[in-house]
């Protein structure tokens, strides 16, 4: 009777929760009903409000329902990039927008490559003779890259410009594993392969560090090129160089610091900048100390919508993986059914292959690549845009283009395979724990994670991964016009920033995703209205964005860190987030993977992955 007791009290308790989980998306969806408006009316004129409270991605993932609710979704809002520069290049000839104000605040960052694309944007806004103010707290890299494009850059007197480069510490568990008996089995190609080293050394080999230098350094020159282009008269390379002389020059006001080395404008409060803003687009008419009217970009974008023309634009985001995703990762099977319905519909002339990934699944890479060869295979000419990521797997999906655009700031190449398998031996040792068994052939129970593997078993995985790196290799020859041999020499896992990927031959051309449509466009000889876009990408559900915009935090403020002191001093923790997703990327991966783990140093940390409730929820319940 107790075991009845106890599991009816479970039930019940399932029951309870279960109905205070419906009750908080009624009320998500209630509040999301009441603020939101599909057609929302906008001010007749003011200032355009790019406010980006959170990251600049390719497409935003999406989260379960449940994981938003109860906080483990993304912490912060991710911004569209495609959005944010056509909602600057809307603002540069709309006369209803007197300036464009960029609050970069709580703005957590992106990649390089994104990051510069939005800056060019806000360069049209200028070339067409309006202002654009940013404002911030404190500017790290990400933030101050963006501002630099604005002719009027803002400081709190109480915060700084704090420049400190591409790079950062890889945790290493070699000692780890070795201290608790777990013996690391490494498959791979290439010696620039770095992703594995962690488990096999306590620190970086000499191939693995030359070829890490030699990318953040390039990234790094990238950076300081478009900055000093876009803000001749920031005296960056001297301040970042020594940061302490500057400070020491300004009697130790960071403030000060900035605005003498010319990397700021003007000192001020939010009020001070708001009554700025206000001379230039108005008050808002509540009263409010620097209250401005506002145009928000959502509203201002949904007030303008997309018209699709011919050339369709197929995103390949995030991670690839097998089977079937929603946005903000690249599922196989996802990315080859979408393009198949649009090359049913036989609404497109043109293809746009456009990557920010770095890599994943063998297979899955290899089932977006076939699909992407069956367009070409009609007669459609393919162009590849790379974003700010393209590497290993991201680079095998862009071998059917006819043509790759770039940037400088591009991170890609990465062309090697590699598989990793734990075994646990030495663990149960420990124990006092062993084990034994029969077999049947030489690859019964294996992989041995018990026992280690067997040669048989290692010699068949190696094989597959050679097989692999083969393949890959055969790919990139016959796409770029080179030599097997001349692959391999470029290959080899190593990553490459855009810039050296262009002179080496993986890359054609530099240009943004416009560039890009421009050149499929007239590829297939297409004019006017059939020269535009269509986007090929699944869009998150209505009422799950809707509920996203109610549990994450995008006011001015929020709970954010917004000096550039605190950011800094979070690093260790984003530091060792990365290393926990890393881990479990590769754990719970595929055996063969064609993934660049390094490329993730430029992009902003990820959440830990947490093993909660309402994740083995979602994935019961689908959602």
């Known amino acids: 009777m107790r075991v009845l007791g106890g599991l009816w009290k479970l039930l019940v308790g399932i029951k309870d929760a279960l109905a205070l989980l419906l009750l908080l998306i009624f009320f998500a969806f209630l509040s999301a009903l009441l603020t939101v408006r599909p057609n929302p009316k906008i001010p007749t004129s003011g200032a355009l409000l790019v406010r980006l409270n959170g990251t600049l991605v390719e497409q935003p993932s999406e989260a379960s329902p449940l994981a938003l609710i109860s906080g483990d979704g993304p912490a912060t809002r991710e911004y569209r990039l495609r959005d944010v520069v056509r909602a600057l290049r809307l603002a540069a000839t709309d006369p209803a927008v007197k300036v464009v104000v960029l ?6 960052g992106g990649g390089q490559a994104a990051i510069a694309a939005a800056g060019q944007a806000a360069d049209t806004v200028r070339r ?20 630099a494009h604005a002719s009027e850059v803002w400081l709190n007197p109480l915060g700084a410009v704090l420049l400190t480069g591409p790079g950062a510490p890889q945790l290493y568990y070699k000692g780890l594993l070795d201290k608790i008996g777990v013996t690391t089995h490494v498959y791979r ?16 080999s000499p191939e693995a560090r030359a070829a890490n230098q030699a990318l953040v350094d ?39 610091a900035a605005l003498s080395a010319g990397l700021v404008d003007q000192l001020g409060d939010r009020i001070g900048f708001g009554q700025r803003v206000i001379a230039l687009a108005g008050a808002d008419g509540t009263g409010q100390p620097g209250a401005f009217t506002t145009l928000s970009m959502d509203r201002y974008l949904a007030a303008h919508p997309e018209t699709a023309g011919s050339v369709g ?8 993986v097998d089977g079937t995703t929603g946005p903000g990762k690249a599922g196989g099977e996802t990315i080859a059914r979408l393009l198949g319905e649009e090359l049913g519909k036989r609404r497109i002339k043109a293809l746009v292959v456009r990557v920010d990934s770095p890599g994943g699944s063998v297979t899955a890479s290899e089932r977006i690549r076939s699909a992407i060869l069956a367009a070409k295979g009609r007669g459609i000419p393919v162009t590849v845009s790379m974003g700010s990521v393209a590497a290993s797997g991201g680079y095998w999906v862009s071998t059917p283009g006819t043509t790759i655009f770039a940037e400088p700031s591009t991170i890609t190449g990465s062309i090697g395979v590699f598989g990793i398998i734990p075994t646990f031996a030495g663990s149960l040792q420990k124990l006092g724990l062993s084990a034994d068994g029969v077999a049947t052939t030489p690859l019964s129970g294996q992989p041995d994670v018990f026992r280690g593997t067997s040669p048989a078993f290692d010699t068949l995985i190696q094989t597959g991964i050679q097989s692999v790196y083969g393949r890959f290799i055969g790919l990139v020859a016959q796409s770029r016009r080179i030599s097997p041999q001349r692959v391999d020499e470029i290959g080899q ?5 855009g810039g050296i990927a262009r002179q080496i031959g993986l890359v054609d051309r530099f240009g943004t995703l416009d560039d890009a449509i421009a050149f499929a466009a007239k590829s297939a000889n297409l004019t006017g209205a059939d020269a535009r876009p269509r986007y090929i990408e699944q869009d998150a559900a209505s009422w799950k964005t809707l509920l996203r915009d109610f549990t994450q935090k995008d006011q ?26 890393d881990a479990q990327a590769l754990a719970y991966g595929p055996a063969i993977q064609v993934r660049c783990i390094e490329c993730g140093a430029s992009e902003p940390a990820p959440p830990p992955a947490r093993a909660t409730l309402t994740a083995l929820l979602a994935r019961q319940f689908g959602l």
């Open 103 to 108: 609050d970069l605040d709580s703005f957590v």
């Open 128 to 147: 067409a003779g309006k202002p654009v103010l940013a404002y911030a707290t404190g500017y790290g890299d990400d933030g101050y890259q963006l501002a």
């Open 189 to 204: 190609v290439g010696k620039f392969k770095s992703a594995i080293e962690p488990y096999t050394r306590t620190d970086q």
């Open 218 to 256: 390039a990234l790094w020159g990238s950076w300081q090129q478009d900055v000093t282009q876009a803000r001749p008269r920031a005296r960056v390379a001297a301040y970042s160089a020594d940061p302490n002389a500057a400070l020491a020059a300004a009697a130790g006001d960071s403030g000060q």
């Open 313 to 320: 634009v197929l995103t390949i985001a995030g991670e690839i």
């Open 493 to 497: 896992g190593r990553v490459w920033a």
């Open 556 to 581: 001015a403020g929020g709970e954010a860190a917004i000096d550039p002191w605190t950011r800094i001093a979070h690093r260790p923790q984003e530091l060792l987030a990365r290393a926990l997703s």
